[in-house]
């Protein structure tokens, strides 16, 4: 990628809106017109949020792993919805990861996380975040 290119990029990525959740239940989360069961959502879009791919489990919990990739977005604050009853858990060593990013960081159970979300995207800022719909 050259310098233009680069430049291009980053004024896109900057101008992009945090999408709004539309919905959230038990197992569900609705971003747009995508139905999701954990999810990440970023300036721009959402994805499926697969625990797999990093080896995250409810203990040790959310990993940094989970998280470089909506960093790499350009936000400047992440919401976590730790679950509807918070059983996932949210590793020091992660928040310091995130401190060190200079993203703030806000740990939630999911409503409230959503809620927090979506407060945040309808301002305009440049948040993303991690949802997990169940326990």
């Known amino acids: 990628m050259d310098l233009f290119e680069l430049i291009v990029s980053r004024q896109y990525i900057t101008t992009m809106s945090s999408p709004k959740i539309a919905s959230l239940s038990w197992g569900r989360i609705k971003v747009q017109d995508t139905t999701y069961k954990d999810c990440k959502v970023w300036p721009g879009g959402s994805r499926t949020w697969d625990w797999r791919e990093t080896g995250t489990d409810h203990y040790p919990g959310v990993q940094a792993a989970d998280l470089e990739e909506i960093i790499n977005k350009g936000i400047e604050t992440l919401v976590i919805g730790r679950g509807m009853s918070e059983a996932l858990q949210v590793p020091s060593r992660t928040l310091e990861y995130l401190k060190n990013k ?31 719909s169940t326990c």
Do not use: I
């Open 102 to 132: 200079g993203v703030e960081v806000k740990v939630l159970q999911t409503e409230a996380a959503v809620r927090e979300y979506n407060l945040l995207a309808g301002r305009g800022a440049r948040v993303g975040g991690v949802f997990h």
